[in-house]
């Protein structure tokens, strides 16, 4: 089949490849344009990169509802593919192809629309995630689906590393499903309105710690915003990352006098943060503002007295 390809980040490459080695023809691949990086050096996005080593045509659009339908009709395609492209398609660009727009989706919808299902999965404390494809409709994530993979989300396994695994699924998933559509076999069902959930997009500053919530709760939480935007709070007025963290185990001797909860305390070569219900998070691997990244036992050696020292979130 001839297929338009549409996707911007990390994890829409292995789809491309994969479409690509099953045979199919990509007539064009539609990414977000070039923008300026680190001390504004202009770099390609991972698809336009895999994209070129592969000697495809690339397209790139601030708005592609607006700029692009008369380029990608031109092309003829049968269908097209988004991944983690980042644009919204309007009526005319779905209707465009006789087979419409497939989506490929990083979780089991109806659960987990928007734009960070991954992370979200992983600090909700899922054990379950997914790939789903679906046909895209004009709602967030609404759309109709053909074919669903699932996935054990690994017990300390952290968004970034999730992200990775997924992403090769969702390179197999929508190979599947372009065979089926090519053989006329697709079969789509609606999703169940009532059963859907909606997470809003990470932002910088989503990765902000809150110690009133339980040491399971914000373990899934450190390990949902590994590697980006990544967990933090504050230490002495300087950007404190935590991440990898682990909790308390009640077997695990400690000094069990009062600690507010934020505070520091020092267990036996252990460093941890008094949260909920007098529990406590052990830290693992922290980061400091301006240092680099370290075992929480490298990072004691380097500061005396943490014990009893407070933590905030701004």
Known sequence: MKII????????VPALESIVRAGNEVVGVVT???RARNRGVVSFCPVKQKATELGLRVFQYEKV???GYEDLRALNADVMVTCAYGQILDQKLLDM???GVLNVHASLLPKYRGSSPIQWAVINGEKVTGITIMKTALGVDTGDILLQREMEILP???AGELFDRLAVKGGEAIVEALRLVEEGKARFTPQNEDEATWYPMFKKDSGKLDFSKS????????????????????LDGKIFKIWKARKLREDEPCNRRFYMQGEMAEF????????ANSQFLVLEEVQLEGGKRMSAQD???????????????E
């Open 215 to 234: 040491p399971e709760e914000l373990v899934n939480f450190i390990r949902g915003t590994n590697p980006w935007p990544s967990a933090f709070c504050k």
């Open 299 to 313: 990072f004691m050696r380097g500061h005396s007295e943490l014990n009893g020292v407070q933590l905030t979130n």
């Open 156 to 158: 300390e396994e952290t």
């Open 32 to 34: 977000q344009p070039d």
């Open 97 to 99: 192809t006789p087979y």
């Open 268 to 275: 036996f070569g252990k460093l941890c943060i008094a949260c």
């Open 5 to 12: 390809f549409m996707g911007t980040p990390d994890f829409a």
């Open 65 to 67: 509802r607006v700029e």
